[in-house]
């Protein structure tokens, strides 16, 4: 899809929302205009309004993607959203719950009974399955398994018995499999007999009877080759493949890197298991990236837009405390120099220069620093040459704009003596910016932390405390 197809869609689902949140305002409007009137025909009037306004929002929904309908839902408060996921078809309700985000879908379910739940579950693949059930109640996910034929059960316990983040929870289980002593054209005639492809099929996986992966056969090999060839002559032999214990992250950096598509996942004996797919990478790549902005606001999981004052209330509050802590400490550094703010107020007009600055300066390392480590470009033995090549910037950046504000003093306050201390203040500051930088998500690492949680908190309140100090204690010692 090129970049102007994909700026119309975002149009076009952007005026489809307009038109969502027309229509209940439309319907609140008239049902108030109704609720007014008197007369015998009061309750037909009103009935039929209603009847006309749903039917016309109805068939807006159906005409819309399962992707796009989650859009909507998620960009409508509670109410509204409840009223719109009631007029969602029920055959449609299982494709919409695994598109939007956590927090909503928690929100569409509790709004759902258990005959609502089962018959929406019941639509489901079993990778799917697996995603949906830790948020289903227990009981629906133990009527559900009783459902399940003995594969499909099979396959959703395997899927839930992995990390939500490692491959095998990541994995399906729809793919087609051949063997290596067939000819390209009983491939062609096997998969014409098929009534669909599943979805990411730009390969076929060639297994022998015990189900161990000899190979891939990529659709544009069978496609291209002569039909009387084997599929033994044409396959690659070489695939990348993984295992279901491995890190999904890692394998969204290998479909990167060699533009993968869809890929085999394999058990310890090579027997082919399932398949990750392009989509599935996607989607995690989006999650992890949205997850590490989360941390590095200090805030402990995704949230709702529209959620209740509590929650967010409970999803915020503790790295506010934490920064309330800190931004004492920070108050606490400007009173033990009170006495010289006192005899050169100029001091209290310029010191958020420099924490300011620092504070800046600091995060754009952090930022630098924990994409180096999703990437894995960060190991022991670059560390220290990482160290220094950041303290190298801090220490250029502090002279030039140190020097600048310097000259800035200079001219507002008459003073050289003041322009020097700024400057020196100014380039310490930095200094600790870009050492606090590389430590602190190195050290959450260590500990075994996201190196992105509360870092921009952490990173602010080093800054603020030290610029304070540094600045303060320089004219302290130089200028009083």
Do not use: C
Not at 166 to 190: C, N, P
Not at 234 to 255: L, N, W
């Amino acid at each position: 899809m090129t970049e102007i197809e994909v700026k119309k869609s975002q149009d076009s689902l952007q005026d489809r929302l307009a038109q969502v949140i027309e229509l209940l305002q439309r319907q609140r409007v008239v049902e108030d205009l109704t609720h007014r009137q008197e007369g015998q025909h009061h309750d037909l009037v009103e009935n039929l309004v209603h009847r006309q306004n749903l039917v016309e929002l109805q068939r807006k929904l159906d005409d819309l993607h399962p992707a796009d309908t989650a859009y909507i839902l998620e960009a409508l408060p509670l109410e509204d959203r409840l009223s719109v996921w009631q007029l969602v078809r029920s055959d449609r309700d299982g494709d919409i719950l695994l598109e939007v985000s956590d927090a909503v879908r928690e929100t569409l379910i509790a709004d759902m009974d258990d005959h609502e739940l089962l018959a929406a579950a019941k639509e489901m693949d079993a990778d799917e399955l697996a995603d949906l059930a830790p948020e289903l109640p227990r009981d629906v996910v133990h009527e559900l398994m009783e459902t399940l034929d003995a594969q499909q059960r099979e396959r959703v316990r395997s899927a839930l018995s992995y990390d939500e983040e490692q491959i095998g929870a990541l994995m399906d289980f729809e793919m087609v499999t051949i063997r290596e002593d067939v000819s390209l054209e009983v491939v062609l005639r096997y998969l014409r007999r098929l009534k669909e492809l599943p979805n990411h099929t730009d390969k076929l996986f060639v297994v022998d009877n015990g189900g161990i992966l000899k190979g891939v056969l990529p659709i544009k090999r069978l496609l291209v080759n002569d039909p009387e060839k084997q599929v033994a002559e044409v396959m690659a032999t070489d695939p990348v493949s993984f295992r279901p214990e491995e890190d999904g992250y890692d394998a969204a950096q290998a479909f990167e890197r060699y533009d993968l598509v869809s890929a085999p996942v394999v058990d310890k004996s090579d027997r082919l298991i399932g398949r990750l797919t392009i989509d599935e990478m996607v989607d995690l790549i989006r999650e992890e990236s949205e997850s590490e902005v989360l941390n590095m606001a200090g805030l402990r999981e995704e949230e709702d837009i529209f959620a209740s004052v509590w929650r967010s209330l409970r999803n915020r509050w503790a790295w506010l405390a934490i920064n309330l802590i800190t931004a004492f400490l920070a108050s606490r550094v400007i009173g033990l120099f009170e006495g010289s703010i006192e005899k050169l107020v100029a001091l209290a007009a310029l010191m958020p220069i420099v924490a300011g600055i620092g504070g800046n300066s600091g995060n754009q390392t952090i930022t630098m620093i924990v994409r180096a480590m999703a990437l894995d470009q960060v190991s022991p033995g670059n560390t220290v040459r990482l160290m220094r090549k950041e303290l190298a910037v801090a220490l250029i950046n502090g002279l030039v704009w140190g020097g600048v504000i310097g000259v800035v003093a200079y001219w507002l306050y008459g003073s050289w003596s003041l322009g020097v201390v700024m400057t020196g203040a100014m380039t310490l500051n930095l200094l600790l910016a870009a050492l606090m930088g590389v430590l602190i998500p190195m050290t959450l690492m260590r500990m075994g932390r996201d190196p992105a949680m509360g870092a921009s908190v952490m990173i602010t309140a080093v800054t603020d405390s030290g610029g304070f100090f540094i600045f303060l204690g320089l004219a302290t010692l130089f200028l009083l």
